[in-house]
């Protein structure tokens, strides 16, 4: 590799790394999380982050069980035939999602209880 080759790569490292930070202080917040649930584009539910509990949300479609446990919240059990968001990994941070395409729900991470 020529040396301005080299230059070029870490520069283009260096400014990912520095959008990747400015990303995360700029959605850095103090205010309290919480989990809405909407179905349809419809909210079915608001739940506080810092509270453990678990939801089941039923319909004529199917069920999904949404646990909520030490500041995440993840999908346990569903009875869609794909079972992608129970694969989703545990959410914590605005914007984050799960969403469950069969039944038409969706869990996303909010600041406060709106």
């Known amino acids: 590799m020529k040396k301005n080759e080299i230059?070029?790569?870490?520069g283009?490292?260096?400014?990912?790394l520095i959008g990747i930070a400015a990303f995360y202080l700029i959605?850095?917040?103090d205010s309290p999380l919480s989990v809405r649930v909407t179905?349809?584009?419809e909210?079915?539910?608001i739940f506080p982050l810092s509270e453990d509990r678990t939801e089941i949300f039923t319909d004529a479609?199917?069920?999904n069980t949404l646990e909520i446990s030490d500041g995440t919240a993840k999908m346990v059990e569903a009875?869609?035939?794909?079972h992608i968001c129970v694969k989703t990994y545990p959410i914590s941070s605005p914007g984050e999602t799960i969403v469950c395409l069969p039944h038409k729900l969706v869990v996303e991470v909010i600041t406060g209880d709106s």
């Open 7 to 10: 230059i070029i790569i870490v």
């Open 12 to 16: 283009l490292l260096a400014v990912s």
């Open 27 to 29: 959605n850095k917040t």
């Open 39 to 41: 179905r349809q584009g």
């Open 43 to 45: 909210v079915i539910g």
């Open 61 to 63: 479609t199917g069920f």
């Open 79 to 82: 009875d869609c035939p794909d």
